[in-house]
């Protein structure tokens, strides 16, 4: 069955902390991994999106890393802001038919 | 450039009732795909059209309809409302000639229905 599931389902940090979030998938044929940042009210705005040769890729203050192998990314967010609170959405694309599996999402609460 | 437009943006219906709803890709973008995002269920997905055709299904039931026109603008209907209806629904496009899958999708806000 493919399934993404993140972790945590919710995090707090202190306002310039560094955090990361994590993504595991069964999704298969794998075609690529997006992060999408949610604001409350608002639709998904797209961070990164990696294909299975990519290991790593930065967008700003968030990198996301993929390891294809053991099915798992991350979304690291350096020096956090303000701004940052939001929920993060992982999404994996299967390469048939153009299908999109998404995570829960992890809600993020960045404290000052 | 405008990016995707949802209307509306809020809606308040009935059980039983049914309710159509709008969403206006970015220019070029001829992949409209709707998403049902609720707190327990997050973002599932509905179905998605490209040139005026629909590509693919989810798992919902048969209330759940949509379509797209020559200009792939898209509505998305929903017959005899349900309780567990009231959702945010969204709509995104994605540009690209055909079946790309790297293209990011474009999100509109949405349209938060609420049934009573």
């Known amino acids: 069955k493919n399934q993404v599931e993140q972790s945590p389902q919710s995090l707090i940090i202190l306002e310039g902390k560094n955090c990361t979030l994590q993504?595991?998938?069964?999704?298969?044929?794998?075609?690529?991994l997006r992060w999408y940042k949610q604001d409350t009210g608002r639709g998904p705005v797209s961070l990164t999106i990696?294909?299975?040769?990519?290991n790593t890729k930065s967008n700003g203050r968030y990198t996301a890393t993929l390891d294809a192998d053991t099915k798992q990314s991350s979304l690291h967010i350096t020096a956090s802001q303000l701004s940052d609170s939001a929920s993060y959405i992982c999404v994996v694309s299967a390469n048939n038919f153009n299908k999109f599996y998404f995570g829960s999402g992890t809600k993020l609460n960045v404290k000052p | 450039k405008a990016g995707v437009t949802q209307t509306p943006r809020y809606l308040i219906k009935t059980r039983g009732q049914q309710v159509t709803l709008s969403c206006s890709p970015i220019s070029g973008h001829r992949s409209v795909s709707w998403y049902q995002q609720t707190p327990g269920q997050g973002l599932q997905f509905l179905f998605e059209y490209f040139s005026e055709t629909q590509r693919n299904k989810g798992n919902f039931p048969g209330r759940f309809s949509g379509r797209q026109f020559s200009n792939s603008r898209s509505e998305m209907n929903v017959s005899t409302l349900e309780l567990g209806d009231s959702a945010l629904y969204l709509c995104?496009?994605?540009?690209?000639?055909?079946?790309?899958?790297?293209?990011?999708?474009?999100f509109g806000n949405g349209t938060r229905l609420t049934v009573t």
């Open positions: 993504c595991n998938y069964t999704v298969s044929p794998f075609s690529n």
């Open positions: 990696m294909t299975f040769s990519e």
């Open positions: 995104a496009s994605k540009g690209g000639a055909g079946t790309e899958n790297n293209s990011p999708l474009h």
